[in-house]
């Protein structure tokens, strides 16, 4: 049996129209003679909006938090209306009205309490994947397709770590077996919810924003698959975020290294989870386009290949602040950073980037919230500042190994903008700094015009210019 698990993002499920070029897709991948399993995030913006109305039931904000829903609710009973057959469509929007009496329910509680925690949040936000899988499984199974419904609730087994639950792979596994791999052998094919699970005792969790990857990684490894699809609304890995550089181009293959680098550095492409299945069971991944399903996309294996360029793409992180510790009463001494480390620990927060004097040491962090706490506990070993709205740069490539004169040309071409931070990663095939939010654009095009101006067509695809600025 070849296994291919396809992964379909938010956009590729977003209206009946897409759902309906996603069938397609899927049957003809069913033609080509493999077994795919089909993993589907909620509807675009869903899970947003989900947040959105979670955040505003907390604050007691019960009309805000219902009329969200109920703008929710009709988008779900429009795309199934406009996606099943006739005689389909009043049971199955009968299903949607049964679930939105149940969200609603919760948004109720939730104002009347006026709290939401992380555990009700992942509740409310799993509705999302929830009624979308649901809806595309009956898509499918109306344009002929032997679909069958998975609760990935019973599949992708995790800790009690809400928001960001911890997969427990063993038992992913087994349910997998158990549930999954049956369908396959009577040649059906299973279409679940990414992004989320639930605890072995029952209660509902998630993998964390753009989760539904990792999701799919798991299937992927679990079930032993021969690919894992990751089907977006981009030709597949770009030489940088086309959003920020509509001349960004694809990149035709990328390693395993390089990949995960450019996701934990804010690839939005790719969760940074994805990788470690594959690389586990040394499963390729593919990154598509479910709207130009012709394109080859991206494959990223285990070995890299090389290009003319150094680097393979740019990414960027934005919404970083940097913390300086000063230690102005000491000088650095024996146990100092591991001090400023337990703090950080303390709070539970990760440091994306460090870098040291004889005196100061400067941290960056992604999560806001602790800072306050953070800086009151680092006052009391040194002088601390810490200062917002930064962002990090990410260049990826495994040919800037032992190369060199790369650093001079990375900042030849940003001369203009002030660096705050540098590094050359420990694993050598990244090269980051942090500058100013507002100088993002700037900096990236120049670099973008600097490495990627005259594309090696073996590596790169010319004609994706045309298809990311589109
Ligand atoms: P999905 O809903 O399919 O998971 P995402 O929005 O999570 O899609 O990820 C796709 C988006 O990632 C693209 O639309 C693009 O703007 C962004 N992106 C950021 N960096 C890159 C990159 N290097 N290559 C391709 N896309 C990128
Ligand atoms: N729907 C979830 C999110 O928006 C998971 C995903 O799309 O991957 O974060
Ligand atoms: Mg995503």
Not at 348 to 376: F, G, H, Q, R, W
Request: aromatic share 6%.
């Amino acid at each position: 049996m070849k296994l291919v698990v396809m992964k379909f993002g938010g956009t590729s499920v977003e209206d009946a129209v897409a759902i309906d070029r996603t069938a397609r897709i899927v049957a003809a991948r069913r033609a080509q003679g493999v077994l795919p399993i089909v993993v589907v995030s909620a509807m675009a913006k869903v899970t947003d909006q989900l947040i959105a109305a979670a955040n505003a039931a907390g604050r007691g904000d019960r009309a805000g938090a219902l009329a969200i829903s109920a703008r929710l609710r009709h988008r779900h009973h429009d795309t199934a209306r406009k996606l099943l057959v006739d005689r389909d469509v009043p049971p199955f929007s009968e299903w949607i009205d049964k679930q939105f009496e149940a969200l609603d329910e919760i948004f109720r509680g939730l104002a009347a309490v006026g709290e939401l925690t992380a555990r009700t949040s992942d509740m409310v936000v799993s509705y999302g994947e929830r009624l979308s899988s649901s809806m595309v499984a009956s898509g499918f199974a109306a344009r002929g397709l032997d679909a069958v419904h998975v609760d990935a609730r019973q599949c992708i087994v995790t800790d009690a770590q809400y928001g960001k639950a911890i997969p427990n792979d063993a038992l992913i596994e087994k349910r997998l077996e158990e549930l999954v791999l049956p369908l396959l052998k009577e040649q059906k094919l299973p279409v679940m919810g990414g992004f989320i699970g639930s605890t072995e005792e029952g209660v509902t969790t998630t993998l964390g924003r753009g989760g539904s990857d990792f999701t799919a990684a798991l299937v992927g490894g679990g079930l032993n698959a021969s690919v894992i699809e990751i089907w977006t609304d981009v030709n597949g890995i770009m030489t940088t975020d086309p959003r920020i550089c509509p001349d960004a181009l694809r990149v035709k293959t990328i390693s395993f290294e390089e990949a995960a680098e450019l996701a934990y550095f804010g690839a939005k492409v790719l969760h940074p989870a994805t990788i470690l299945p594959a690389v586990q069971k040394n499963i390729p991944v593919a990154v598509l386009n479910s709207r130009n399903p012709e394109n080859e996309g991206t494959r990223i294996t285990a070995l890299a290949s090389h290009c003319r360029s150094p680097f393979k793409s740019i990414a960027v992180k934005k919404k970083l602040t940097i913390i300086d510790v000063v230690a102005s009463r000491m000088l650095m001494s024996h146990g100092y950073l591991k001090s400023i480390f337990d703090v950080f620990d303390k709070h539970k927060c990760a440091v994306d980037m460090v870098s040291t004097s004889e005196v100061s040491v400067s941290l960056t962090v992604d999560s806001n919230e602790k800072l306050p706490e953070i800086s009151a506990d680092l006052s009391k070993i040194a002088d601390v500042k810490y200062d917002g709205r930064k962002a990090l740069v990410c260049m990826v490539g495994e040919d800037i190994r032992g190369q060199n004169g790369i650093a001079a040309q990375v900042f030849q071409a940003i001369r203009h903008v002030n660096v705050r931070m540098i590094s050359q990663g420990a694993s050598e095939i990244n090269m980051s700094f942090m500058i100013e939010e507002d100088d993002v654009e700037e900096a990236v095009r120049s670099l973008h015009a600097a490495f990627f101006r005259d594309p090696d067509p073996a590596v790169f695809d010319v004609e994706a210019r045309a298809a990311a600025s589109q």
